[in-house]
T-cell receptor
Framework: GQQVMQIPQYQHVQEGEDFTTYCNSSTTLSNIQWYKQRPGGHPVFLIQLVKSGEVKKQKRLTFQFGEAKKNSSLHITATQTTDVGTYFCAGSRNTNAGKSTFGDGTTLTVKP | NAGVMQNPRHLVRRRGQEARLRCSPMKGHSHVYWYRQLPEEGLKFMVYLQKENIIDESGMPKERFSAEFPKEGPSILRIQQVVRGDSAAYFC??????????????FGSGTRLTVV
């Protein structure tokens, strides 16, 4: 079945440093989504990427979708303490609504 | 516009009892997904439903687990004869109907099930 892998599992940074998490799928994806889950909370949708090579930005967050649509990355510039949480990617092979396969997440801690 | 509503937030069951988890999707959303999350782990897909239909239950254990999304009322995830290994957070998500485009999920706050 489809597998989605994320690295690293944990990342500890000093406030102000950059952070990147990487996501790789065993199969070509139709789209990839990114979510953030705060400790004790629920996943919150951040963004969806659909096109090969697509790059999207949200303030300090930059999301990329690989040319082959099998990998993606999330980069945070100048981390803040409010960025702490677990970041999940989720890949789908469906063009329409359907299940997504989640990676195991990267847990980010930020030291002030 | 209320988000995805899940109840109860916390549920404690003794081994062998039944657990019933409820999920009301966002208004206008007709697709419901259930995911399970063990501590310090990712979200594992269980089942995908539309009204009165199970579309994909490939992640659902074959025994003791069932799900429904009736014409009226919330989606229900039912776990019979619970065991300690069923202790986890169960998240429900919903998405709008779509043709030609998938949308991100809106998650509920989850039900934390503890089996004692």
């Amino acid at each position: 079945g489809q597998q989605v892998m994320q690295i690293p599992q944990y990342q500890h940074v000093q406030e102000g440093e950059d952070f990147t998490t990487y996501c790789n799928s065993s199969t070509t994806l139709s789209n990839i989504q990114w979510y953030k889950q705060r400790p004790g909370g629920h996943p919150v949708f951040l963004i969806q990427l659909v096109k090969s090579g697509e790059v999207k930005k949200q303030k300090r967050l930059t999301f990329q979708f690989g040319e082959a649509k099998k990998n993606s990355s999330l980069h945070i510039t100048a981390t803040q303490t409010t960025d702490v949480g677990t970041y999940f990617c989720a890949g789908s092979r469906n063009t329409n609504a359907g299940k997504s396969t989640f990676g195991d997440g990267t847990t980010l801690t930020v030291k002030p | 516009n209320a988000g995805v509503m899940q109840n109860p937030r916390h549920l404690v069951r003794r081994r062998g009892q039944e657990a019933r988890l409820r999920c009301s999707p966002m208004k206008g959303h007709s697709h419901v997904y259930w995911y399970r999350q063990l501590p310090e782990e990712g979200l594992k897909f269980m089942v995908y439903l539309q009204k009165e239909n199970i579309i994909d239950e490939s992640g659902m254990p074959k025994e003791r687990f069932s799900a429904e999304f009736p014409k009226e009322g919330p989606s229900i995830l039912r776990i019979q004869q619970v065991v300690r290994g069923d202790s986890a957070a169960y998240f429900c998500a919903s998405s709008p109907p779509s043709v030609g485009a998938a949308y991100g999920y809106t998650f509920g706050s989850g039900t934390r099930l503890t089996v004692v």
